[in-house]
T-cell receptor
Framework: QKEVEQDPGPLSVPEGAIVSLNCTYSNSAFQYFMWYRQYSRKGPELLMYTYSSGNKEDGRFTAQVDKSSKYISLFIRDSQPSDSATYLCAMWSNYQLIWGAGTKLIIKP | EADIYQTPRYLVIGTGKKITLECSQTMGHDKMYWYQQDPGMELHLIHYSYGVNSTEKGDLSSESTVSRIRTEHFPLTLESARPSHTSQYLC??????????FGPGTRLTVT
């Protein structure tokens, strides 16, 4: 079983919709929870991260961590076609990030 | 935001050749990382470094080697390329370890 699970999608929504992207994990030792965005043929770009439980907001993006359920979410409000990309979650433990496989998001104009 | 550069961006090479993938960063980060990424798969850590003259292997078994002679430079070398090495190679740097900033990647094809 993988330590971090992420639905590969694709998730297709109309422009302006609220998007919810999720990851589940099994290792309770994870401390930092990261969200990256990756466009085709580019490197991942750090969007935001949270430490331990709780919410964090940055513009149209909100990251949420529920350590009791071992579940993290990224919400995107007022989604735009430029948000179409693969979203990767990653979690920090000891010396390395453990990655999900990514969810492909498509925002239809 | 870190400035991190990788060359070449794309490389097609024959089996048995020696190749070096270059990675440089201008942010003065001590920590640097090499990952391998295949389509639809997780990033897998193959090497990391916490500073000059410090290198470690990651969890993914790799036939590559790395060096860290200067803070800003972290090249990855494959002594004898094989078709199984075909993949995307991503370099990242970090001050904290968990906030990692990535280069654009090198897409390697071994024929």
């Amino acid at each position: 079983q993988k330590e971090v699970e992420q639905d590969p999608g694709p998730l297709s929504v109309p422009e302006g919709a609220i998007v919810s992207l999720n990851c589940t994990y099994s290792n309770s030792a994870f401390q930092y929870f990261m969200w990256y965005r990756q466009y085709s043929r580019k490197g991942p770009e750090l969007l935001m991260y949270t430490y331990s439980s709780g919410n964090k907001e940055d513009g149209r993006f909100t990251a949420q961590v529920d350590k009791s359920s071992k579940y993290i979410s990224l919400f995107i409000r007022d989604s735009q076609p430029s948000d179409s990309a693969t979203y990767l979650c990653a979690m920090w433990s000891n010396y390395q990030l453990i990655w999900g496989a990514g969810t492909k998001l498509i925002i239809k104009p | 935001e870190a400035d991190i550069y990788q060359t070449p961006r794309y490389l097609v090479i024959g089996t048995g050749k020696k190749i070096t993938l270059e990675c440089s960063q201008t942010m003065g980060h001590d920590k640097m990382y090499w990952y391998q990424q295949d389509p639809g798969m997780e990033l897998h850590l193959i090497h990391y470094s916490y500073g000059v003259n410090s290198t470690e292997k990651g969890d993914l078994s790799s036939e590559s080697t790395v060096s860290r002679i200067r803070t800003e430079h972290f090249p990855l070398t494959l002594e004898s390329a094989r078709p199984s090495h075909t993949s995307q190679y991503l370099c990242a740097s970090s001050r904290t370890g968990y906030e990692q900033y990535f280069g654009p990647g090198t897409r390697l094809t071994v024929t």
